[in-house]
């Protein structure tokens, strides 16, 4: 079965600086990836997605993921972090089923941007 | 659009009532999935649905039951509530093509006491 492992509970970054979080997975073949975003009592936003091609996605407001297949890896990236970027991020793996995927995902990671 | 719609937003249960969750989308999506959500967790899917008249289990579906009768209704249900299902409950939906995101609708938030 798949997993996700996102090893940082929480980050805590000052307004400006850079930013990653980091995402494992566990999964036999080519896996779907991707990235949500949960602002306080909202439900999940997506923010990028990965399913083939180019290993480096670019995803709304300035993140992107760089998918290594080498390292089990799809860590998330921002270069300078804006205090609306506070938010819980959660990373996911698609398995693949039937014509479309069964999404798993991690815990999450609590994102804390300092001023 | 309305989107994914989850009610109710709130509710208190006793130990061994039941309540249905309801989830419904106004955007012809054949998938539908239902998720909890518990305090550093992460997202466990519970029940998801690949078309109506078609469910099947996720990870951890003990003590819920679903059924999916239109495209449009997912609702999820609690026979004998326990203190363990105290948790913010998410649906979502998404089309069938294989490189579609998740729509999810804003959660309901489950206090069994």
């Known amino acids: 079965a798949q997993s996700v492992t996102q090893p940082d509970i929480h980050i805590t970054v000052s307004e400006g600086a850079s930013l990653e979080l980091r995402c494992n997975y566990s999964?036999?073949?080519?896996?779907?990836l991707f990235w949500y975003v949960q602002s306080p009592g909202q439900g999940l936003q997506l923010l990028l997605k990965y399913f083939s091609g180019d290993t480096l996605v670019q995803g709304i407001k300035g993140f992107e993921a760089e998918f290594k297949r080498s390292q089990s890896s799809f860590n998330l990236r921002k270069p300078s972090v804006h205090w609306s970027d506070a938010a819980e991020y959660f990373c996911?793996?698609?398995?693949?089923?039937?014509?479309?995927?069964?999404?798993?995902f991690g815990r999450g990671t609590s994102l804390i941007v300092h001023p | 659009n309305a989107g994914v719609t989850q009610t109710p937003k709130f509710r208190i249960l006793k130990i061994g009532q039941s309540m249905t969750l309801q989830c419904t989308q106004d955007m012809n999506h054949n998938y539908m999935y239902w998720y909890r959500q518990d305090p550093g967790m992460g997202l466990k899917l519970i029940y998801y649905s690949v078309g109506a008249g078609i469910t099947d289990k996720g990870e951890v579906p003990n003590g819920y039951n679903v059924s999916r009768s239109t495209t449009e209704d997912f609702p999820l249900r609690l026979e004998l509530a326990a203190p363990s299902q105290t948790s913010v409950y998410f649906c979502a939906s998404k089309a069938g093509r294989a490189d579609e995101k998740l729509f999810f609708g804003s959660g309901t938030q489950l206090s069994v006491l």
């Open positions: 999964y036999g073949a080519t896996p779907y």
């Open positions: 996911a793996v698609g398995a693949r089923a039937g014509g479309s995927y069964i999404p798993t």
